[in-house]
């Protein structure tokens, strides 16, 4: 009966009630508010999927239009046959669009649950980009892919299961969390900055491109898209808290400090939407997709970690399963196949083009040889060889490419003796010489390029 006492009469025990409650405020974790935290955690998570979906269709859309403006632009398709919707340029402002939409869902997902629970969340995305990127983008997608794809969904389950569930609630503004950020959070806060501007000076030099840009185009849309994040969660938190803070006239505070975290989402969001414009123009969404997934969950793990301390209270056991999974989470992803789908489709066309021109030219020579064949055949179809007349020609053509130049030799007198021996000697290798004649003529020659040819 002593909850229906007033305060001053509820004896030993109401005073217990009343100094734990009053402990629990002042740690950020009321037992009302410990009641309701399933069913925030579980709003943000229902937001957190619709925003993954959407950004995920409007980021399809975005490749969609790259690849298709490409293929028109080497002649793969007309566009004189694609319908107003199916234009590039319309199908990559309506994925931008979406993509930029679904955004507005993240300040409250992020205030609603924590970091490092809705990041493994997103793992969705992963799962679902496999279809699109078959259906929509007409990727090949091998077995390889489909293996690695769903191992990194697996891993991203069990850091869900491992990661941590809770937040400090009182670090809601931007320059709460640097003077709070002390240890092995600053020191990865300062990494992951000084490791992003190497990556940027990278991608403004080109180094060694072709390589380089399967890390530093990941990273930086990650890291940055990371640090919004951040920024956005204290962003989602101080709107929610702006009601009571306009209630009890405290105003000028809060709007000072919603002021900078907007200027910092301004300054990160916008060049990590930047960097993943350009990796939809590089990269498959079959590899993309799942890279950038596995970088954002780390990300998000050690930043969230360090910002808001979600890992304070943790077993030491619980935060070292955590940590496999999420690095197991990224080595799964290696094993997706990063090659180009359109560039592939483009080597495909060039050779093909070029086989073409190539079997052009055979097929013309092809056809000039016989043509000289058939006129040589013609020629000696009167008798078993060429007549004496047809081989003076052929042997006295100086532009015949299958006779060669042989010199003439000199006239010689013989004496009717000789001339008679001669005949003799003629008579009796007649026939050798007859079959020597046919071998060596041009007919034969030309038969045995043709054979060469074909």
Known sequence: MSGFLPEDQGGPMAAA??????????????????????????FGILLIILQTVLSLYGITLQRLGHVRKTEVEHGLVDISTLSWRRRPRVMWWLGLSLFLGSQILMPFALALAPMSLLAPLSCVQIFINLLMAHFILKE???RRDIIATCCSGVFAI?????GPTETDENITYVTDIISQMTGWGLGVMCFT??????MAVFYVWRVQWERSKYLIIPWLHTSLATFGMIFTKGLGTQLIKLKDDIGEGDVGEPLWQLAITAACIIATSPTSCYFQVKATAEFDNRWFIPVKFALMVVLQLFLGAAAFNEWE??????ILVFLAFSFCCIGAVLGVSSKNSLQEKLDAQKEENELKKSGGSEKDTTSVCIQMGSRAIGRESTGDGMSSTDMSEDSQGENSPLSPKTPRSPIRLRSPRGRANNHNHNHNHQRPAAAAAVAASPTARLRQALDNVV
């Not at 009343?18 to 009302?32: F, L, R, T």
């Not at 069990?158 to 491992?162: E, Q, S, W």
């Not at 900055?193 to 190497?198: K, L, P, R």
Request: aromatic letters at 6%; zero cysteines.
């Open 17 to 42: 009630a009343i100094q734990d409650e009053s402990s629990s405020v002042g740690n950020g974790h009321s037992a009302n508010a410990a009641g309701h935290v399933p069913l925030k955690a579980a």
């Open 140 to 142: 090949e997608i091998k």
């Open 158 to 162: 069990g850091v869900l299961i491992f």
């Open 193 to 198: 900055i000084v490791f992003s501007m190497i």
């Open 313 to 318: 209270g943790l077993p030491a056991w619980r």
